[in-house]
């Protein structure tokens, strides 16, 4: 079965508004999660770190104040878009490690913002 | 930085084809390797992996060789299926368990 889950799989929202894509580790804790963006026909990209029970590290180019991610337990992190653009559109996923560093990934999530 | 270049697609094939994706990396260190594929509509599922030079990894019927003496790690099958249609993506693992991907190869197989 999964061992992440990510939801919600696909949102439409709202040019100004903002949206929250969550995921989860089911299997393990997490201290450590990792969020990836994909514009169509791309690849994904590291957007940021996110660490428990700390601040979240974002890679160059990425909005940390639009982007909000808050890993509050072991087991989920979540990532805000706020105030979100038409460009902001991407598929979003999230992956985790475990101990032996094996990286499994969420089911990821589509975001259209109209 | 390290970077990983995958051949352009989109790849074509009949049924029954052999397949071959290249993959080459720039890396510091000795990074793991991994093959991952995305199906329509669908998120990423690791196909295979290997940790080390000359490392195999296999699934499904694919193969790929961690070549460091090339930088390489190719993705090969002897025989495709229609169901084998998807995004391909080569990645190497970064600082921590972060990964960077290629761009995705585009397979797109035929009966």
């Known amino acids: 079965g999964a061992v992440v889950s990510q939801h919600p799989s696909r949102v439409i929202c709202k040019s100004g508004t903002s949206v929250k894509i969550e995921c989860r580790s089911l299997d393990f804790q997490a201290t450590t999660m990792f969020w990836y963006r994909q514009f169509p026909k791309q690849s994904l990209m590291l957007m940021a770190t996110s660490n428990e029970g700390s601040k979240a590290t974002y890679e160059q180019g990425v909005e940390k104040d639009k982007f909000l991610i808050n890993h509050a337990s072991l087991t989920l992190s979540t990532l805000t878009v706020t105030s979100a653009h038409p460009e902001d559109s991407s598929f979003y996923i999230c992956?985790?490690?475990?101990?032996?560093?094996?990286?499994?990934f969420g089911e990821g999530s589509w975001l259209t913002v109209v | 930085g390290d970077s990983v270049t995958q051949m352009e697609g989109p790849v074509t094939l009949s049924e029954e084809a052999f397949l071959t994706i290249n993959c080459t990396y720039t890396a510091t260190g000795y990074p793991s390797l991994f093959w991952y594929v995305q199906y329509p509509g669908e998120g990423l599922q690791l196909l295979l992996k290997a940790t080390k030079a000359d490392d195999k990894g296999s699934n499904k019927g694919f193969e790929a060789t961690y070549r460091k003496e090339t930088t390489s790690f190719h993705l090969e099958k002897g025989s495709v299926q229609v169901s084998d249609s998807a995004v391909y993506f080569c990645?190497?693992?970064?600082?921590?368990?972060?990964?960077?991907f290629g761009k995705g190869t585009t397979l797109s197989v035929s009966s």
């Open positions: 992956s985790v490690s475990d101990a032996g560093n094996t990286i499994y």
């Open positions: 990645a190497l693992s970064g600082a921590g368990t972060a990964l960077i």
